[in-house]
């Protein structure tokens, strides 16, 4: 499964930014995709900032069909989310499919978060999108 976030999560070497390259990978692989549009965190413990995943989008295949979940976690502490599993019988026939139905669940979700992270959200889930069509 390949991850490709938003930015570099703190200690990381490096990350790919959706910001500056915001075309998603190509959808042809039989390999599941994770995606995620990462957000800065204040960590209270540590005092340190460090990042965690806005937005995460995630696609599986299983036996044939393609299962899919979308996780929010906003700065205002709005948070849902899910792992994709069969018991939740979320499922398509294609792989661009399941990501159209994960990036429809989290525009349906987006209102939970704040204005700004609603803006950012917006513009990379049609960016998403954009790879599919």
Not at 20 to 34: I, V
Not at 38 to 50: D, E, I, L, S, V
Not at 92 to 108: M, T
């Amino acid at each position: 499964m390949r991850t490709f976030q938003g930015m570099p999560k703190a200690g990381a070497a490096f990350g790919i930014q959706l910001d500056l390259f915001s075309a998603p990978p190509p959808l042809a692989t039989d390999a599941g995709l994770k995606m995620e549009l990462m957000r800065p965190h204040k960590w209270a413990c540590q005092r340190t900032m460090g990042q965690l995943p806005l937005v995460s989008i995630e696609v599986v295949p299983f036996e044939g069909r393609w299962m899919w979940s979308a996780c929010l976690n906003s700065r205002n502490g709005s948070a849902q989310g899910y792992k994709a599993l069969p018991k939740w019988e979320r499922f398509a026939p294609s792989k661009p499919e399941a990501l159209e139905r994960a990036v429809d669940e989290a525009r349906a979700f987006m209102h939970r978060a704040t204005k700004d992270e609603q803006q950012r959200m917006a513009k990379w889930l049609g960016d998403v999108l954009s790879a599919v069509a």
